[in-house]
């Protein structure tokens, strides 16, 4: 996973091998198919994916930076990715579709499945929801470092100052917390 200061609409890209294929991601603006494309021929994914072309089978989705409005309602709720419920920098689908999937079971068991019901699933998940400002506070800064021509710097501090390369590294591997990483 990396941040991206080379590619104008690209803000993130991550590689994730998966048995006998490699998944391929890039999130920003109105990126397509050129944008990855690029993304394949800077010197990492050449790199990292060698064989990878333009005829390789594509999926395009939209990468949600806030709940989604009405992902639940009278006796249906939906869960992980389709909820919106994912770290603005980097999703944690499976991570998220997890916790959401266990918290909404939890809430039928325990609440019922009324819309009412639901409204205390989505209490439940503030862990999720309150690092999403945070996020996209981080995501902000990030842009207006890239626009600023100060991003390269930033990363070069960051091979100094331990706590700036774990911040870093907490914000695309989604290990911390964007409220952590902004304090």
Not at 91 to 107: D, P
Not at 118 to 124: A, P, Q, S
Not at 153 to 177: C, I, K, Q
Request: hydrophobic residues 40%; proline residues 5%.
């Amino acid at each position: 996973a990396m941040l991206i200061d080379q590619l104008p609409r690209v803000e993130f890209g991550a590689f994730t091998p998966k048995r006998d294929h490699v998944t391929v991601n890039i999130a920003g603006d109105n990126v397509g198919d050129d944008d990855l494309d690029a993304f394949l021929r800077l010197p990492w994914g050449t790199k990292l994916v060698p064989e990878a072309g333009n005829g390789d089978v594509r999926y395009h989705a939209a990468f949600p930076s806030g709940p989604a409005r009405g992902f639940y309602c009278d006796r249906a709720i939906t869960i992980g990715d389709a909820s919106g419920m994912l770290r603005p920098l980097k999703g944690k689908g499976i991570s998220t579709g997890i916790i959401t999937g266990v918290e909404a079971a939890r809430t039928m068991i325990e609440v019922g499945i009324s819309k009412r019901a639901f409204n205390e699933f989505y209490r439940r998940c503030q862990p999720i929801t309150r690092e999403f400002s945070y996020g996209m506070f981080l995501r902000q800064l990030y842009r207006l470092s890239d626009k600023l021509d100060a991003l390269d710097a930033v990363v070069g501090l960051a091979r100094r100052e331990p706590m700036l390369y774990r911040a870093f590294y907490d914000m695309v591997s989604g290990e911390g917390s964007y409220k952590e990483i902004v304090l």
